[in-house]
Nanobody, 131 residues
Framework: QVQLVESGGGSVQDGGSLRLSCEAS????????MAWFRQAPGWNERVGAA????????AYESTKRDRYTISLDKARNVVHLHMKKMNIADTGTYYC????????????????????????WGRGTQVTVSS
């Protein structure tokens, strides 16, 4: 089992920046994918924003590529999501997700941003962008 704990959510003004963190614990000594998903207010769907694998390869939802950066601190089992130039459309609950071991697919936006590919989920952290 793997436990994921998100942190770093909060309120930010339009144009501001925020960094989310996700710490993994438990049976983490294997290959993996980790990703961040956003669930917009009033929606049940979780949409992939960014993903990273154990080798440091990254993938982004196309509209987020210029503003989001996902990074991995492998020694600490922590994945960060840095968001800049934020706007109201970034508001939502952000969930960290992980799958151990990594799936038998080529890592890329096509597969790594699908919620169905992930086994473990955090409880989410709220991000609110205001004008």
């Amino acid at each position: 089992q793997v436990q994921l704990v998100e942190s770093g959510g909060g309120s930010v003004q339009d144009g501001g920046s925020l960094r989310l963190s996700c710490e993994a614990s438990g049976d983490t000594g294997r290959s993996f994918w980790m990703a961040w998903f956003r669930q917009a207010p009033g929606w049940n769907e979780r949409v992939g924003a960014a993903a990273i694998d154990d080798g440091g390869s990254t993938a982004y939802e196309s509209t987020k590529r210029d503003r989001y950066t996902i990074s991995l601190d492998k020694a600490r089992n922590v994945v960060h999501l840095h968001m800049k130039k934020m706007n109201i459309a970034d508001t939502g609950t952000y969930y960290c997700a992980a799958v151990y071991p990594r799936p038998p697919f080529n890592f890329g936006a096509t597969w790594s941003l699908l919620p169905s590919k992930y086994t473990f989920w955090g409880r989410g952290t709220q991000v609110t962008v205001s004008s």
